[in-house]
């Protein structure tokens, strides 16, 4: 049976990186024999031009229906209003998929200049409510003005939101940092002596996870401690666990000290779907002009790959996936790789080209 991504491309540089990624996916789908479909619909401005609206309803519906999607970047900030037509695709299918639970990492590669020294991370965060008030109630925003010059915001933290991200986070930490010489460590983030309701709800969660789970060190820390200890000393981190705005923040605090945030993958996943997006926006300012940096979205596609595989016990896609993250360690040690964001020459395509050399001498 085949696996069906569904793509959209999304705005500025959107289809530049995109193209980059579904050439990647068609070698390893050829050289692999993985059978994978790629099936690519319109999103954003483009689709705001032909159907008066940014996403339509039968966008959203076949995403539900595919095995897997991969967004590019959108540039949500200047659509119109909800009511004109501009719905954030990134908001709508997280939460018409219910895909709780956004995974970023954020490492060190040997050759790029970086802010930090051995960081190795992943913040687990958090994704269907919090602050954000396009997604966080059932019906209307969670942003409204009672009066002319008043604004007020609302902030929804479930135990039910918060034990799931609490399990994901433990989950990924007994995988992905499980050792023998040393247990794998999670920091739960919070700002509970300010907002002690709505973080302790959020803290319970974690506490009730954590001792479930004695293989797993944990400790908790203050959102603005974290930030400090990210730029500080990011090698005390293994796994962070955090609410919505919290993690959106500190995930590109810790991708962009460890080289870029053009190197910042994500996943967004829940029980039966996930999306793959580049951390990164559609930056219009370079849209065109074949400089963009595509890893982002490829390592985001990479971990895609991983999460079907372990989902439908398609070791072929976990294979790829291992198979992308070599090439990009190896793409991005040699300096002729790096686009203009890591100090490099290197166009969108050319970087696309030597990354495809480079993961065919990986397989063979």
Known sequence: MSIDILALDGDGIGPEI???TLDIVDFLNKELKLDIQIRKEVIGLKSLDQNSTTMTSEV????????????????HNNYPSVVDGGINPSGKLRIELDLYANIRPARNYINLNSLSKDMDLIIVRENTEGFYSDRNMFDGPGEFSPVPGVGLAIRK?????SLRIAETAFKIAKTKFASKNKKPKIHAIHKANVMRLTDGIFLEACRTVASKNKEVEYEEMLVDACAAHIIRNPSQFDVIVTTNMFGDILSDLATEFSGSLGLAGSLNAGEHNAMAQAQHGAATDIAGKNIANPISLILSTGMLLNWIGEKR???????????IEKAVIKTLSENNNLTRDLG???????????FLNILNNIIL
């Open 157 to 161: 933290i479930t135990k039910h939101a």
């Open 60 to 75: 959203v519906l076949t995403s539900k229906e595919a095995d897997g999607i991969i967004l590019g970047p959108v540039d």
């Open 313 to 323: 016990n398609l070791k072929k896609l976990n294979t790829a996936s291992s198979f």
């Open 344 to 354: 490099g020459n290197a166009s969108t395509k050319e970087l696309t080209k030597n």
């Open 18 to 20: 995109m193209q980059s």
